[in-house]
């Protein structure tokens, strides 16, 4: 299987909590980052979580870490229009966030419905 | 001006064409990195420069050729790409700090490249 793997889409209607979930397979991923990706864009990073943490929050964004199975999760409050993008779940590859990139997952469509 | 800047955003070129891609970030940063993103597949890392080095080639055929004159500025020079070689190349920098800690990567909008 892949080292990153989310489902390809999420439809939520506006105004409800989603949640997008991510499996990562490398136990020493130090580093768990969510991005979004509008279309047209480049991928802007929303929030990321240092691995000896299980939860942080951020305004509407909260994400929550669970080691021991390797799920990570993202929810977003209060669903809006705007939060219309596909989401990266990445992880870094060694221990420290190395130099060497990030691997990332195929990214969730969220679809919002009115 | 925005963190990392990528031209063109837009690039149609023939599969004999010689052409490069360029990208500047003004974050500061000491580590520059090209992904591909296909469509349908995850986002892969093709080169990594830290400290204009070359650290990481991820078995990218020689016709993507990269280079880091300082580390701001990073190019990606294309010649005889296939088809397949279409894709969204995006750029990213990040902060490589000591004992290995990085900040996490910020990228460009990419540039869009079909290969005709």
């Known amino acids: 299987g892949e080292d990153v793997e989310q489902s390809l889409f999420l439809s939520v209607r506006e105004g409800d909590s989603s949640v997008i979930n991510c499996t990562y397979t490398d136990s020493s991923s130090t580093y768990l980052y969510w991005y979004k990706q509008e279309p047209g864009a480049g991928l802007q990073l929303l929030t990321y979580?240092?691995?000896?943490?299980d939860m942080k929050q951020d305004q509407r964004l909260t994400v929550l870490l669970n080691k021991k199975d390797k799920h990570l999760s993202l929810r977003i409050a209060d669903t809006q229009t705007g939060d219309s993008a596909i989401y990266f779940c990445a992880e870094s590859k060694g221990p420290g966030g190395g130099a060497d990139g990030l691997t990332f997952g195929k990214g969730t469509h969220l679809i919002i419905q009115p | 001006e925005t963190g990392v800047t990528q031209t063109p955003r837009h690039l149609v070129m023939g599969m004999t064409n010689k052409k490069s891609l360029k990208c500047e970030q003004h974050?500061?940063?000491?580590?520059m990195y090209w992904y591909k993103q296909s469509a349908k597949k995850p986002l892969e890392l093709m080169f990594v420069?830290?400290?204009?080095?070359?650290?990481e080639n991820n078995s990218v055929p020689s016709r993507f050729s990269p280079e880091c004159p300082n580390s701001s500025h990073l190019f990606l020079h294309l010649h005889t790409l296939q088809p397949e070689d279409s894709a969204l190349y995006l750029c990213?920098?990040?902060?490589?700090?000591?004992?290995?800690?990085?900040?996490?990567?910020?990228f460009g909008n990419g540039t869009r490249l079909t290969v005709t």
């Open positions: 990213a920098s990040s902060q490589v700090g000591t004992g290995g800690r990085n900040s996490p990567l910020h």
């Open positions: 420069y830290n400290f204009k080095e070359q650290t």
């Open positions: 979580i240092f691995s000896n943490m």
């Open positions: 974050l500061g940063h000491n580590a």
